[in-house]
């Protein structure tokens, strides 16, 4: 989305403040090999924030994306200096709403359409950050030497109904994400 | 080359004039329209909001600077007082206070009726009324999630009873029986024991949620009404499945139950109604907020472009007024061919052209008013050099006596330097020059007659009487007089000579002939009859025929005298030294030693083309006179002659003076000794002087006395260095 990004930093240039209070955090993130290949499994926390929770509570729709990607490391001067390069990247996007009729918090992943409800907006959240052996792509782990996994999450504020978002992207009480976090290697 | 200069110029073309306000507002109108468009919710350029609005921002501070600019050219102009700049100033302030206040107007309504048109949207009874269908539908629902969930706790009572080789089967029947989609027992560590789909495309059942799980251990019933993308609505249920031994692990029975099509469809209306409803009514506040940033933005932009614009075109409608202002002041100051370019077929561009016309016409009017000033210059030397050039004098007097303007012969003839005397009154003049009085006695006396008159003046000069013909001719329009007047002195002294030759040769004629028979018919009667008187007698014939001869004798002399002045025999003129002719007739007189001459030589030798017997004449009639005035008044002979050049009026003159100290020459006859027997002398004919002066005249001198300051006279002739021949 060069558009959004061209806009952030438009932003950024113009108000100079936060863009992102990471208040959102990975508890632990492992992959872990079974068979030939390699599954992830991590927990996300998502705590809200009150003005989140109340856009949630008048059934506007929150998007949560979770990016996941493998680094390989290429060391060029022994420890000191390695070459990075990304050779997948991934992005899981989710959408949680709350239904009014039935009372439940419902999780949608935009990728594959599946959605589950939820009675509490804690379970749904609880069910949006666990992440359960995930596979990771065979092809681009030929080996693990020098690979890493790193993992983030974040709200996806262009998501949000066109009125709100000016207000979302400036505010920071939505400026909610985690930081890129590495994963361990059972 | 060509291309960069090509490009070059359409830049200039494109940033110069108008275009660049034209492309101002293509730009912000599209702007504005991408502004609006970004706030639809439908629209792709959403995403773009953010960088639409900033740009618009960019562009406002850009019309800020620009503005800020603007006003400060226009505040410096204003201060120093820059032509046009108060005009422009009152311009854009009108303009600008117009713009204002009608955006003002504008947006306040377009404000108004946003917020009214928004809040329009909710309304409480809507609202109230979505609330009470959506808890409608919950009761509708929940009273077949309730029948669902007795219908589960039945179907566990069932199942429970019957040992695990049966279950299979039964739960099939089971399924059947109670039109469930899936029927499915699972243990609380999660792991399946039975299932069974009523549709037969999916093969696992639905695994139960963590919340199921967490419910089924704390020994709780579990019912929920799940929202389904297929099939709208899904009732799931979980019931607790009864031991029958204590050592068999715990279970839970999951039904999802299908909700009626109709019930389902109605339901999802309802929800889809109220979360509708309570999403725009939460987006109430963000939406007036972006509504009013957006048109606060247009309005901001619309506002400053319109004050940019509005000082362009100030200045655009300045520009010309400045130009006409200026033209105007050059104009004034002289320069008629100023030319200003005209632009535009208004009211201005009329005005220009008409400028332009009138320094046209200007310029032709003033070279016009040259040209006949030149003209009038020029016939005023030809009437100067005319006047210069006239014998006659002429003197312009305005009408309150004031000489005007006097040509150079009036200068010449009065003997008066009259160019001093201009722009000085007539009364003045006898003033200054006493010996004028007479001619400006009669210029004073005719002016009040407003008529032309002529008179005859007599003005004393220095070499004698001078009588002049004067005429005076009013001027147009009474603005003075015109005085024209001839120096006749010359020709009445021409006519008084020509009468006295005439006198002179009659008597000469009648006179002489008769004369030598009566001398010698005395003569005779003596020689004849003095023998024959008695002596006593003889003394006395002696003395009366003596008398007779003496007194005919005296009068052949005078005759010869009349002879002398009446003849006219032309001069024979030839190169003279004067001193040496002078010195040659002293000569003659050098004899009587109780005569003293003294002849004051000139430096220099002076020729002169004269005639030289008729000269001679001259000098021994003048010679003769002053000796006989001396002797007469028994005073001493001395006399003192001199002569030498000089100039008088850029004419080369000779001077020559015969000064004696006898008892000088009485006033009153100082201007007349030259005329015919007006001498005062008890000898002579009375011609002596008179034929001086013929001869001098025929030489075209002039000759006159004057009284020296002691006692004695001084003869006084001028001669000019060149003589013609007449």
């Not at chain 1, 022994?78 to 992005?91: A, D, F, N, V």
């Not at chain 2, 200069?5 to 306000?21: C, D, E, F």
């Not at chain 2, 939460?282 to 509005?310: C, D, E, G, M, N």
């Amino acid at each position: 989305m060069p558009a959004s990004s061209i806009a952030k930093l438009f932003l950024l240039l113009i108000f100079s403040m936060p863009l992102h209070a990471e208040i959102f955090n990975i508890e632990y993130a492992r992959v872990s090999k079974i068979g030939n290949g390699y599954v992830l499994n991590a927990q996300i926390n998502y705590p809200l924030t009150a003005r989140v929770k109340e856009a949630i509570t008048n059934s506007v729709p929150i998007v949560f994306s979770q990016q996941i990607k493998l680094i390989r490391h290429t060391p060029i001067l022994g420890k000191y200096w390695s070459w990075e390069r990304t050779p997948w990247l991934t992005e899981i996007r989710y959408e949680l709403r709350y239904h009014a009729l039935s009372q439940q918090y419902i999780v949608r992943n935009l990728g594959t359409l599946n959605q589950r409800s939820y009675p509490t907006l804690s379970d749904a959240l609880h069910e949006l950050g666990h992440i359960n052996a995930l596979t990771l792509p065979p092809e681009h782990m030929p080996d693990t030497d020098g690979l890493e996994l790193h993992l983030r999450s974040e709200l996806d504020l262009y998501a949000l109904p066109t009125p709100m978002r000016p207000g979302a992207l400036l505010s920071k009480k939505w400026q909610l994400a985690s930081p890129w976090v590495t994963a361990q290697w059972d | 080359m060509g291309n960069g200069t090509m490009g070059l110029s359409l830049i200039k073309r494109l940033s110069s004039g108008t275009a660049p306000y034209l492309y101002l507002a293509i730009l912000l109108v599209i702007l504005a329209y991408f502004l609006s468009l970004a706030t639809q919710d439908s629209s792709q350029l959403n995403d773009l909001f953010l960088l639409i609005f900033g740009l618009a921002i960019v562009i406002s501070l850009l019309l800020i600077a620009l503005l800020a600019r603007s006003f400060y050219k226009l505040y410096h102009d204003y201060k120093n007082k820059t032509e046009g700049s108060r005009l422009t100033v009152r311009l854009v302030s009108l303009f600008v206070l117009l713009i204002i206040l009608s955006t003002s107007i504008v947006y306040g309504f377009s404000i108004h009726f946003l917020h009214r048109g928004i809040n329009s949207w909710f309304d409480v009874e809507i609202e109230q009324a979505l609330n009470d269908a959506l808890e409608l539908s919950r009761s509708s629902l929940g009273i077949r999630m309730r029948t669902m969930l007795r219908q589960t706790r039945m179907m566990s009572g069932v199942l429970s009873e019957l040992p695990d080789k049966d279950l299979n089967h039964n739960v099939h029947e089971l399924t059947k029986l109670s039109g469930a989609f899936e029927v499915s027992i699972w243990d609380l560590n999660g792991q399946l024991v039975i299932s069974s789909i009523g549709n037969n495309s999916i093969l696992l059942p639905s695994r139960p949620s963590e919340t199921i799980f967490n419910q089924i251990k704390k020994k709780e019933d579990y019912i929920s009404l799940d929202p389904s993308e297929e099939s709208g609505f899904l009732l799931r249920a979980a019931v607790r499945l009864p031991k029958k031994l204590p050592a068999q692990p715990e279970r839970f029975l999951q039904v999802i139950f299908p909700v009626d099509e109709r019930l389902s469809a109605l339901g999802k209306k309802v929800h889809n109604a109220y979360s509708n409803y309570k999403e725009l009514s939460y987006l109430r506040k963000p939406l007036i907020t972006i509504f009013t940033l957006t048109l606060s933005l247009i309005v901001l932009l619309t506002t400053l472009a319109s004050i940019w614009f509005a000082i362009w075109i100030s200045r655009r409608i300045v520009q010309p007024l400045q130009d006409l202002s200026a033209g105007t002041q050059a104009v004034a100051a002289g320069n008629y061919n100023m030319q200003l370019s005209a632009q535009g077929h208004d009211e201005v561009g009329f005005l220009v052209r008409s400028f332009n016309q009138m320094t046209q016409r200007l310029t032709h009017a003033r070279n016009a008013n040259q040209a006949s000033h030149r003209k009038l210059e020029q016939q005023t030397n030809h009437l100067t050099t005319v006047l210069g050039s006239l014998s006659s004098g002429v003197i312009t007097i305005d009408n309150k006596h004031f000489i005007r303007s006097a040509n150079i012969a009036s200068s010449k003839i009065l003997d008066v330097d009259l160019q001093q005397r201009l722009e000085g009154m007539v009364s003045n003049l006898s003033t200054h020059h006493p010996k004028l009085t007479p001619l400006t006695l009669v210029i004073e006396q005719h002016f009040s007659l407003k008529q032309s008159w002529q008179q005859q003046v007599e003005i004393q000069q220095q070499k004698g009487l001078q009588t002049l013909i004067c005429h005076g001719t009013p001027l147009p329009d009474d603005t003075g007089y015109v005085i024209v007047f001839d120096d006749v002195t010359a020709l009445l002294q021409a006519q008084r000579n020509a009468a006295w030759g005439e006198v002179a040769k009659r008597l000469a004629h009648e006179i002489k002939n008769p004369l030598t028979p009566i001398q010698l018919s005395a003569e005779r009667l003596q020689h004849k009859y003095l023998p024959l008187v008695p002596s006593d007698q003889a003394e006395t014939l002696t003395k009366l025929t003596k008398t007779i001869v003496q007194q005919v004798e005296a009068m052949k002399g005078m005759v010869n005298d009349f002879s002398d002045y009446a003849r006219n025999p032309g001069l024979t003129l030839s190169q003279q030294d004067i001193g040496e002719l002078i010195h040659d007739v002293l000569t003659l007189y050098q004899s009587n030693p109780h005569h003293h001459f003294t002849l004051l030589n000139s430096p220099k030798k002076i020729s002169l083309n004269i005639d030289a017997n008729r000269f001679r004449q001259v000098l021994h009639n003048l010679l003769k006179n002053a000796i006989e005035a001396s002797e007469e008044a028994n005073m001493p002979v001395d006399i003192i002659v001199s002569y030498h050049l000089m100039k008088q009026d850029s004419i080369s003159l000779l001077e020559i003076t015969i000064r004696d100290h006898g008892p000088g020459i009485a006033d009153d006859k100082l201007h007349s000794i030259f005329e015919p027997y007006a001498t005062n002398k008890q000898k002579g004919s009375g011609l002596g002087l008179a034929i001086v002066k013929k001869i001098i005249e025929e030489h075209h001198g002039h000759v006159w006395a004057e009284n020296t300051g002691d006692n004695g006279a001084c003869i006084i002739i001028h001669l000019p260095t060149t003589i013609e021949e007449r």
